[in-house]
T-cell receptor, first 113, second 109 residues
Framework: AAGVIQSPRHLIKEKRETATLKCYPI?????VYWYQQGPGQDPQFLIS???????DKGSIPDRFSAQQFSDYHSELNMSSLELGDSALYFC????????????FGAGTRLSVL | GQNIDQPTEMTATEGAIVQINCTYQ??????LFWYQQHAGEAPTFLSY????GLEEKGRFSSFLSRSKGYSYLLLKELQMKDSASYLC??????????FGAGTTVTVRA
């Protein structure tokens, strides 16, 4: 079965650069979620989208923005990168809004040097 | 705010049973999930409870008591491949999961 696809899998950036992470949900899933997981930490909810509209917002810095497109894929844009942004970024998707199981992608490992 | 507590580490022998407890105090509750995560990989869904009681799924079972803010994940007939981190997550609203810090389970031969 198709899973959540994230790209790139690994990304290396310098401080103050920008980065764009992409997420392609499972087919027919209309809701996507973004999580940030620092080393040895639990995933922290950043933001979610349902039917291309922001549905909830967590601890996402103002330097980050995200959107969901008409084909339901989502992009997380990160600007003015800081060393502390180095983490594993997971995208998850679920069908028919938020009241369903979230399935996670393999993640993008971002390293800021 | 949210407070989700689970033990940091547990060790068990192959073939044994391990129970991972999770207590929570969250601003909202709309279901409790258990995920398995191997190092550097995506969390994989294991089980989901929204009503009180036990949900059984093969070697894995999960229990929920909403009045006590308590859940446990039971892993039976442990195998070496079960060595992983197990994350308890509460769905506080329709679109947000809040995770505990995870319990690292080590299975020894």
């Amino acid at each position: 079965a198709a899973g959540v696809i994230q790209s790139p899998r690994h990304l290396i950036k310098e401080k103050r650069e920008t980065a764009t992470l992409k997420c392609y949900p499972i087919p027919r899933h209309d809701t996507v979620y973004w999580y940030q997981q620092g080393p040895g930490q639990d995933p922290q909810f950043l933001i979610s989208f349902y039917e291309k509209m922001q549905s909830d917002k967590g601890s996402i810095p103002d330097r980050f923005s995200a959107q969901q497109f008409s084909d339901y894929h989502s992009e997380l844009n990160m600007s003015s990168l800081e060393l502390g942004d180095s983490a594993l970024y997971f995208c998850a998707s679920s069908p028919q809004g938020g009241r369903n199981i979230q399935y996670f992608g393999a993640g993008t490992r971002l390293s800021v040097l | 705010g949210q407070n989700i507590d689970q033990p940091t580490e547990m060790t068990a022998t192959e073939g044994a049973i391990v129970q991972i407890n999770c207590t929570y105090q969250t601003s909202g509750f709309n279901g409790l999930f258990w995920y398995q995560q191997h190092a550097g990989e995506a969390p994989t869904f294991l089980s989901y409870n929204v009503l009180d009681g036990l949900e059984e799924k093969g070697r894995f079972s999960s229990f929920l008591s909403r009045s006590k803010g308590y859940s446990y994940l039971l892993l039976k007939e442990l195998q070496m491949k079960d060595s992983a981190s197990y994350l308890c997550a509460v769905r506080e609203s329709d679109y947000k999961l809040s995770f505990g810090a995870g319990t690292t389970v080590t299975v020894r031969a």
